[in-house]
């Protein structure tokens, strides 16, 4: 399945709706150039479908395209650029 991230910066969130009042998330804070992944969040009964992953793959782009690197700091994001090396070159040094 598909799903539609919502960026919403004010609050500082990328969001996917899985059910009426059920959201997936991912927080961040932008200080200096480094987009800091703060939290990331699935309902249980919506985990292991690569939600989060599609969340920390959306954060990715908003970096890349605003030039700036991320500081993993949730266990799921530090996990997921273990994982996934080919995306180190995005990561604050």
Known sequence: ???KVLHRP???KFLIRLAPGKYAYLGYDI???KMYIESTYTPPEF???GIA???VLEAIK??????LKIVPICSYAVRFFEKNPEYKYVLAE
Do not use: D, I, P, S
């Open 62 to 67: 908003y970096a890349e395209e605003n030039n």
């Open 31 to 33: 200080k200096e150039g």
């Open 53 to 55: 992953h599609r969340l």
């Open 10 to 12: 004010y609050l500082k």
């Open 1 to 3: 399945m598909e799903y």
């Open 47 to 49: 985990r292991g479908r």
